[in-house]
């Protein structure tokens, strides 16, 4: 089973670009990279997903280096309703391992 | 369109009686997930369907969590003799095929006194 190692929590003002970091060093060749987000009381919403370089969609950017072992999911622009726990699942799909997440905290 | 719908929202159990999870997947969806969340971690697998075959229930944690969908649309998730290691929120979510990404429903929110 993949692991994944993520800082426990980051605090960022409103208005700037946070990017937190994801390490999966035993990370399998077939494994694609996905980021969730998980607000109190719901569960987690996919918000981007990546196998290698860089992704960019309407919400985030995916930076994954060419030997995979980490990924950067950056938020350009924080605002308060970024405020969640992120997570960087990695593992075959039907057995994905969340671990513990990074809590953002965005303030005023 | 609609989501993924959980339903109950929250039960109270006493310890040692059973209970019944519910969860409707997005229609069309082949894949469907069973997860485990306890207070502060993160999501934690139980069991996976491909239409009605459960194919992985490895992370069921004991033989009293049983698992169904007998039509390969709704699935059922049974505790049975509930205890209170068993008090967490059960979020089901369901892809449209094995690799793509997951969508997730907002969770039923077990407390077994």
């Known amino acids: 089973l993949a692991k994944t190692t993520q800082p426990i929590s980051m605090d960022s003002y409103e208005g700037q670009e946070v990017n937190i970091t994801c390490s999966h060093n035993n990370i399998a060749t077939n494994d694609y990279i996905t980021w969730y987000q998980q607000f109190p009381s719901q569960g987690p919403r996919f918000i981007i997903q990546?196998?290698?370089t860089k992704v960019t969609n309407e919400v985030a950017s995916l930076f994954i280096p060419a030997d995979r072992k980490s990924s950067t999911l950056s938020l350009p622009r924080v605002s308060l309703s970024d405020t969640a726990v992120y997570y960087c699942p990695l593992g075959g799909a039907n057995n994905l391992f969340f671990g513990t997440g990074t809590r953002l905290t965005v303030i005023p | 369109g609609a989501g993924v719908s959980q339903s109950p929202r929250y039960k109270v159990a006493k310890r040692g009686q059973d209970v019944a999870l519910r969860c409707d997947p997005i229609s069309g969806h082949v894949s469907l997930f069973w997860y485990q969340q306890a207070l502060g971690q993160g999501p934690e697998f139980l069991t996976y369907?491909?239409?009605?075959?459960?194919?992985?229930k490895s992370g069921l944690p004991s033989d009293r969590f049983f698992a169904e969908r007998p039509e390969g649309s709704v699935s059922t998730l049974k505790i049975q003799r509930t205890q209170q290691e068993d008090s967490a929120v059960y979020l089901c979510?369901?892809?449209?095929?094995?690799?793509?990404?997951?969508?997730f429903g907002n969770g039923t929110r077990l407390t077994v006194t």
């Open positions: 979510a369901s892809s449209l095929n094995p690799d793509s990404p997951l969508h």
């Open positions: 990546g196998y290698k």
């Open positions: 369907f491909q239409n009605e075959a459960q194919l992985d």
